[in-house]
């Protein structure tokens, strides 16, 4: 879909409405630049477009491919390719949304293609229409203004993920577990966006190098010296996640170990107690059984204390002395000498 066209002269703009496309090829010959944008166009519309400006049909299967990296391609009749990628942070979602913008500059015209979210020109043409010493530097200018905007539409970006890595990063080192998926999720963000402000360091000094005149000079160094900065800052993010990561994992463990101390120590408890029921079940499993020849002598008081309490208390004192036996056995292992050798050769290996 056709945004707007425009027919740039002098620094001013020719005419209040758009340009019609079928007049924008003619227009181009009549000195200074056409300046046209669509949105998310169908093929048909680009076919149109290439046939009007003579664009190279590589360059044309580009813009309508979606690319991980910024580029810049030149090809024939001065006519260069400059893929941007665009970027927006979405607080509802609390993630980043990407977009594209493809740029055909030539001396004449100057053709954006976007595509995705945070992809917004209007505001760049308005704010170069509005300073006509740069308009009247030709088509290099609307590179500049649109390069401009992709710059500081970064910075919003940036913010978001650096809120949200505050948030994770103050959970991990407060000693609770974070979701690890968010935190993969955020790095993988982080590299995204990396891989779409990196790479556009180099579009933008070739940029400074082959195209612009000397009155654009020190905004395209604006430009590179912003972009450098965000470069820092979210080479610096994604490394700071790799380390909040490994940190979360570490808690995670930790947080594992004293469930599974606390359990080994259950285990402890249970298993002393079924060491001590153990014999006491066998014997009044023995002592319970109805047959007469059992239980029939045993009718007094004195019966009772010696065989009934008294089977129960001797096998607690024999388990008693077994335990404590085996304690000290293992104590005086420990203390001997070709024990203390014996850890003192695994110290040194």
């Known amino acids: 879909m056709i945004i707007d066209c425009a027919h740039y002269v002098d620094g001013r703009r020719q005419g209040e409405g758009p340009v019609a496309l079928q007049d924008a090829a003619a227009l ?5 630049f ?10 048909a519309e680009l076919a149109q477009v290439r046939a009007t400006f003579g664009l190279h049909e590589l360059a044309v299967e580009d813009a309508q491919t979606f690319h991980m990296r910024p580029k810049i391609e030149s090809y024939d009749q001065d006519v260069q390719l400059v893929i941007l990628r665009t ?16 740029v055909f500059l030539a ?17 760049a043409r308005l704010r170069l229409e509005q300073r006509p010493e740069l308009l009247a530097a030709g088509s290099p200018a609307a590179l500049w203004a649109i390069l401009d905007q992709v710059v500081d539409g970064y910075a919003p970006v940036v913010a978001g ?8 990063e103050a959970t991990v080192f407060s000693g609770s577990a974070a979701p690890t998926e968010r935190i993969y ?9 990396y891989r779409a402000v990196h790479p556009l360091l180099a579009v933008v000094a070739t940029a400074e190098r082959q195209t612009g005149p000397d009155v654009l000079q020190p905004y395209l160094r604006d430009v590179q010296d912003h972009l450098t900065l965000i470069n820092e ?113 695994s110290d040194v290996g």
């Open 28 to 32: 181009c010959e009549q000195g200074g």
């Open 34 to 43: 056409v300046w046209l944008g669509l949105f998310e166009p169908d093929p």
């Open 87 to 102: 970027a927006r942070y979405d607080d509802a979602a609390e993630e980043v949304e990407f977009g594209e913008i493809s």
């Open 107 to 123: 001396p004449t015209f100057v053709i954006t293609v976007r595509q995705g979210v945070g992809s917004e020109l209007h505001g």
């Open 161 to 168: 993920l650096e809120h949200d890595i505050d948030e994770i």
């Open 185 to 193: 999720s955020l790095r993988r963000e982080a590299t995204d966006f």
């Open 233 to 345: 800052e979210v080479a610096a993010q994604r490394d700071l996640l790799g380390t909040v990561l490994e940190a979360n994992l570490s808690v995670i463990s930790v947080e594992q170990t004293r469930v599974g101390v606390r359990q080994n120590a259950t285990m402890e408890r249970l298993t002393v107690l079924a060491t001590v029921f153990l014999p006491l079940t066998f014997i009044t499993g023995f002592f319970g059984q109805n047959f007469s020849w059992l239980v029939d002598h045993m009718t007094g008081v004195v019966p009772f204390l010696v065989y009934g309490i008294g089977g129960l208390l001797i096998p607690l004192v024999l388990l008693l002395w077994w335990l404590r036996r085996d304690t000290d056995r293992q104590d005086a292992v420990a203390k001997s000498p070709a024990s203390k050798w014996r850890r003192s050769e």
